[in-house]
Every structure is written in C-alpha cells, then in structure tokens.
C-alpha cells in the first residue's frame, strides 16, 4: 500500500510542527500550512489523501474552509474542534466532515482516528461489486452509490453509513455497530456523530411515497435502511 499523504492545516505553529513529526514516524507522508485559504487550494488539489482541519483559524475559519472544500473535493476531512464544543463538532459533521477529534488531543489518538478513516476508504478487497436495494445501488469497490440512477453526493463516512445500512435492508443495525463500521470506534455516550450523518443521508434520499424517511429509527436501537 501507498504511504498516506496527509495535509495538516492549524494557524498553530508549534503544533503543525509537532504533529508533523509524529506522523511522518507513523509513515505518513505530510504538508503542512498556517493559512486557510493555502489549505484549501491543496485540499482541492487531489495530491493528499486526507486532511486535517482546525475548527478554529483566523481570517478564515476551519468551517468555512470546510465549506469551501466541499464544494470541490470529497476528500476525507478530519476536525480538530475546541474541547466541549458540541456546536462546532455538528456543524462540521454537516458539512461534510467525516469525523471529529477534540483539542487538545493526543497524537497518538488521531493518528488512530486517521487510520480509521482511510482503512474504510481504502477497504476494497473482497467487497460485493454492487448492493441493490430498491432505487438504491452500492457500489463498493469504486466508493460510490446511486439513488434511482442518479448519483449520491455522499462524504466517505456517509458512504461507508449507507453501505452499511444497505447491507442490511430491512433489519435494524445498532448505533455502536454503526459506529464500529463507519467511524471505527465504540459509541461514545453523547456522541451525535452518527445522528448527524444519517441526517445528512436522509435529506439526500428524500421521502417514501407516503411521506416516511427511507432510513428508519429503531427506539432504543438504531437506524434501519426500508427494504424495498
């Protein structure tokens, strides 16, 4: 396997430094830049595999530097948002963030969370050529889906959530097994993560005839994908 590119993008200094050499000890390859609007042009560029993104940046802040990526680029996006700030977590998650890590925070807990990510964006091997239900089709060797022919504008978290929910149409599947799958680790108490994502799907499949979600919630359970 390819080493990982990695972008780093934190108007912190001393921290880019010190995360940089963590990594790049882990094996991964990495740029690094302090202003937003840099990080933005390289997140677009298709030369990384993932980016790192502070919430908090001047001039331009990391969600909207999140925004701006979006636009152009899928490419999975991991927040570093301010300890507590459950407001800035959801709303990146909205955007199109894949996952989220609280500062200040371990580097061995985000590299951890880094592997996560591109361990499912980079799970291929084995995996069914298609997943059909109903309208929708999963495509999981070439990490895209479509809803009655047409794409699904899906980040790699979204992409991983549906396709496990699609596995599965028709039976419900648990908040924590969601979470293993999609995020790789245990449901946190209070973590929204999930909720935020399948939210995010839900408005991009639309309603049934009958006016109901396509993604069911289970009380006390989870999330279950109408068998069609």
């Not at 963030?97 to 200040?104: S, T």
């Not at 991009?204 to 979600?213: M, V, Y």
Request: aromatic content about 4%.
């Amino acid at each position: 396997m390819t080493t990982a590119r990695i972008l780093l993008i934190d108007d912190d200094v001393e921290l880019l430094v010190m995360l940089k050499s963590y990594l790049e000890r882990e094996e991964f390859a990495v740029t690094t830049t302090n202003v937003a609007a840099t990080g933005v042009a390289a997140a677009v560029s298709g030369d990384h595999d993932l980016v790192v993104l502070d919430v908090m940046m001047p001039h331009m802040s990391g969600i909207e530097a999140l925004r701006r990526t979006r636009m152009l680029s899928l490419i999975p996006v991991l927040m570093l948002t301010a300890k507590g700030d459950n407001a800035d977590c959801i709303i990146g998650l909205e955007l199109g963030a894949d996952d989220y890590v609280p500062k200040p925070c371990m580097p061995r807990e985000l590299v951890a969370r880094i592997r996560a990510i591109l361990r499912r964006t980079r799970a291929v091997e084995g995996a069914p050529s298609v997943i059909g239900s109903g309208l929708l089709k999963v495509f999981p060797r070439q990490r895209r889906a479509e809803w009655g022919g047409k794409p699904l504008d899906l980040n790699s978290t979204e992409f991983k959530l549906l396709e496990a929910l699609a596995r599965q149409a028709g039976h419900p599947v648990s908040k924590n097994a969601l979470s293993e799958q999609t995020l790789g680790r245990a449901l946190a108490r209070f973590d929204r993560s999930i909720d935020v994502h399948v939210s995010s799907i839900r408005r991009k499949l639309g309603t049934t005839p009958d006016g109901r979600s396509w993604i069911q919630t289970v009380v006390r359970h989870g999330y279950q994908l109408l068998e069609q």
